[in-house]
């Protein structure tokens, strides 16, 4: 069954980047790949334009969007790839959002920056917004300049205070792609697990059987952030998962406030799965 895939790009390095590490990662996958831009701009911006300029603006950014799937075709050549270029003048996230539902896209790959590629922000405000409002797939997020090296490694952070039954497939499919071992790492917040944990870890450890995993504690020495660095540094992990709900640890780290004092700065890709219970 052939992927589709979204690439939504700004024409920056880090998007390009992005687009590069999808190609490796599904080399050997059946995909539809599709580029997707968003030439909207802000009412103030635009009433100071001239129809014309704005025509001439729009068919700049579809002669890009050509030039840019020109080159994903020269430099990929993978029989098992095909793309596609999509021009909105909507929102990005709700461009996106259309964009699911009319391609059937079952993955977003995108860079974790924009253009401007602050260095103390690791999401740019695009980024966030497309993580807070799309529900219906999941989204990979690619550090700038990443490397494509072969998923060996998955971290799974979790606080077993969920049950995770269907919302995994992402995660199986990933890890399906390269044979990679799951490693799910928990942070003891806690002196024991209560009953409702103990449940839903014994749930995961069956969810998981088989797939090669292992399940790791780590002490509550430091910040979560910190300690998921510190982790993905530790055991040369390739990929973090993490499910994106109600009061979670992604939830927390998007709020644009707190983002600087969070320091999140993941080195690795960032692959983040929708919740399918909110």
Same mark, same amino acid.
């Given at each position: 069954?052939?992927?589709?895939?979204?690439?939504?790009?700004?024409?920056?390095?880090?998007?390009?980047?992005?687009?590069?590490?999808?190609?490796?990662?599904?080399?050997?996958?059946?995909?539809?790949?599709?580029?997707?831009?968003?030439?909207?701009?802000?009412?103030?911006?635009?009433?100071?334009?001239?129809?014309?300029?704005?025509?001439?603006?729009?068919?700049?950014?579809? &002669?890009?969007?050509?030039?840019?799937?020109?080159?994903?075709?020269?430099?990929?050549?993978?029989?098992?790839?095909?793309?596609?270029?999509?021009?909105?003048?909507?929102?990005?996230?709700?461009?996106?959002?259309?964009?699911?539902?009319?391609?059937?896209?079952?993955?977003?790959?995108?860079? *974790?920056?924009?253009?401007?590629?602050?260095?103390?922000?690791?999401?740019?405000?695009?980024?966030?917004?497309?993580?807070?409002? *799309? &529900?219906?797939?999941?989204?990979?997020?690619?550090?700038?300049?990443?490397?494509?090296?072969?998923?060996?490694?998955?971290?799974?952070?979790?606080?077993?205070?969920?049950?995770?039954?269907?919302?995994?497939?992402?995660?199986?499919?990933?890890?399906?792609?390269?044979?990679? &071992?799951?490693?799910?790492?928990?942070?003891?917040?806690?002196?024991?697990?209560?009953?409702?944990?103990?449940?839903?870890?014994?749930?995961?450890?069956?969810?998981?059987?088989?797939?090669?995993?292992?399940?790791?504690?780590?002490?509550?020495?430091?910040?979560?952030?910190?300690?998921?660095?510190?982790?993905?540094?530790?055991?040369?992990?390739?990929?973090?998962?993490?499910?994106?709900?109600?009061?979670?640890?992604?939830?927390?780290?998007?709020?644009?406030?707190?983002?600087?004092?969070?320091?999140?700065?993941?080195?690795?890709?960032?692959?983040?799965?929708?919740?399918?219970?909110?």
């Amino acid at each position: 069954m052939r992927k589709n895939i979204l690439l939504p790009t700004d024409f920056s390095d880090n998007a390009w980047c992005a687009a590069v590490y999808a190609l490796k990662l599904y080399a050997e996958e059946e995909c539809n790949f599709y580029f997707l831009h968003s030439s909207k701009m802000k009412a103030s911006a635009m009433s100071n334009m001239t129809n014309k300029l704005l025509n001439i603006m729009a068919d700049k950014a579809k &002669k890009e969007l050509l030039e840019l799937k020109e080159l994903a075709e020269s430099s990929d050549a993978n029989a098992n790839h095909e793309f596609d270029i999509i021009l909105s003048t909507e929102a990005m996230d709700d461009a996106i959002e259309r964009a699911i539902q009319k391609h059937k896209i079952n993955l977003i790959v995108m860079g *974790t920056k924009g253009a401007t590629r602050a260095k103390e922000i690791f999401f740019g405000s695009n980024t966030v917004k497309i993580i807070k409002h *799309t &529900k219906s797939c999941p989204i990979f997020l690619i550090p700038h300049e990443f490397d494509f090296e072969e998923p060996k490694q998955i971290a799974f952070p979790t606080d077993f205070n969920r049950f995770y039954g269907e919302e995994l497939l992402p995660l199986k499919r990933l890890a399906d792609l390269y044979n990679s &071992k799951i490693r799910v790492v928990h942070i003891n917040e806690e002196e024991n697990l209560n009953h409702k944990q103990n449940y839903n870890l014994a749930m995961l450890k069956t969810y998981l059987e088989n797939y090669p995993h292992s399940f790791h504690w780590m002490p509550d020495y430091t910040k979560k952030a910190n300690a998921i660095i510190d982790f993905i540094e530790e055991l040369n992990i390739n990929i973090l998962v993490m499910i994106n709900y109600e009061h979670s640890f992604i939830e927390s780290i998007i709020h644009e406030p707190v983002i600087k004092k969070i320091g999140f700065h993941a080195t690795v890709p960032f692959f983040v799965i929708p919740s399918m219970k909110e």
